[in-house]
């Protein structure tokens, strides 16, 4: 029996068939404009559901739309983008403190340093400290398995345990309380926007 642990993005997230075109659109819309993707980008990068690309106006309005309903996040950006301009940005640190320096451009590299700096000010705090939220994770739910469990794999947010079908339920359940435990400790206590996590068994890989 095999058992699989979802992360941020758990199983009850994921829509049907009917809603997923409307589903996957918002995805990208969110993780697009949150992660510093500009206009022009977005346009050139992004297709509608029949394959065809938005127009430069859409992207526009598909900004700031979502800028009008996060205002949050536009001051969190617009911070971000105001230190890279003042040249402060040399590193970019997780919650829990883990470190990414900001290294010199080397000849042939795609990204700027300016886009470097924004990212670490921006992907890397978020993506980096969920990182070490798994990690954390893996290490308290490994002392935990009973004899003839162990963890197998782990893809981005998700934990593959193989185990005994009679022990499934226990060790879903205690994987799910200790993967909250520590992105509670990753993120320096508790969480304003819940994180919800989901386990389920299944018998094989194509069940997933």
Not at 102 to 118: D, H, K, Q, S, V
Not at 146 to 162: C, K, N, R, T, Y
Not at 164 to 172: G, N, R, S, Y
């Amino acid at each position: 029996m095999w058992l699989q642990l979802r992360g941020p993005q758990g199983e009850a997230s994921r829509p049907g068939s009917r809603e997923r075109p409307v589903y996957k659109m918002g995805k990208t819309v969110d993780l697009a404009f949150c992660y510093g993707m500009r206009e022009p980008e977005f346009q050139t990068r992004t297709k509608k559901a029949d394959g065809t690309r938005y127009t430069l106006e859409e992207a526009i309005a598909f900004r700031s739309t979502y800028f009008d309903t996060f205002p949050g996040m536009k001051a969190w950006i617009d911070q971000a983008w105001d230190n890279t301009a003042l040249g402060i940005v040399t590193e970019g640190r997780t919650k829990l403190g883990r470190r990414r320096l900001i290294l010199p451009t080397l000849p042939g590299t795609r990204n700027t340093r300016a886009w470097r700096e924004f990212q670490a000010q921006i992907n890397f705090l978020v993506q980096g400290s969920c990182a070490d939220g798994l990690k954390l994770a893996i290490i308290r739910i490994r002392a935990l398995l009973p004899p003839g469990a162990e963890i197998m794999l782990s893809v981005h947010d998700e934990l593959l345990i193989l185990c005994k079908p009679a022990d499934a339920e226990w060790i879903a359940d205690m994987a799910n309380r200790e993967i909250s435990k520590a992105y509670r400790i990753a993120f320096g206590g508790k969480l304003e926007v819940p994180i919800i996590f989901g386990a389920k068994p299944i018998r094989s890989w194509a069940e997933k």
